[in-house]
């Protein structure tokens, strides 16, 4: 099982940037896919979550109305559209795939993850 992020970079403040997230050795359509990441110092955080079908999605608040996650189970991959970046969003970016098919409604845990992207670093200047 692979997933392979990529699209992270450096932008200036209120910029955007589009991450993917390839997988491969997966049957892609089975999986809860997301976005976490990881400031320096800080803890991983959720930062967006699509069903199987793309049929419901999740964000927390600090990137709710910014951030688009999306999905194309013909090219077994996810992304993320960041729009209207901060200097506090930048962290590494990791895709994680959770093995479900249930509705999307809240945040996805860590704990219940069952493979994660190596990372992707966003950095944001102001």
């Known amino acids: 099982v692979q997933l392979q992020a990529s699209g992270g970079g450096l932008v200036q403040a209120g910029g955007s940037l589009r991450l993917s997230c390839a997988a491969s050795?997966?049957?892609?359509?089975?999986?809860?896919m997301g976005w976490f990441r990881q400031a320096p110092g800080k803890e991983r955080e959720f930062v967006a979550a699509?069903?199987?079908?793309?049929?419901?999605?999740y964000y927390p608040d600090s990137v709710r109305g910014r951030f688009t996650v999306s999905r194309d189970n013909a090219k077994n991959t996810v992304y993320l559209q960041m729009n209207s970046l901060k200097p506090e969003d930048t962290a590494v970016y990791y895709c994680?795939?959770?093995?479900?098919?249930?509705?999307?409604?809240?945040?996805?845990?860590?704990?219940?993850?069952?493979?994660w992207g190596q990372g992707t670093l966003v950095t944001v200047s102001s």
């Open positions: 994680a795939a959770e093995l479900s098919q249930s509705y999307v409604g809240r945040a996805m845990d860590v704990v219940r993850v069952d493979h």
């Open positions: 050795g997966v049957t892609f359509s089975r999986y809860k």
């Open positions: 699509i069903s199987w079908s793309a049929g419901s999605r």
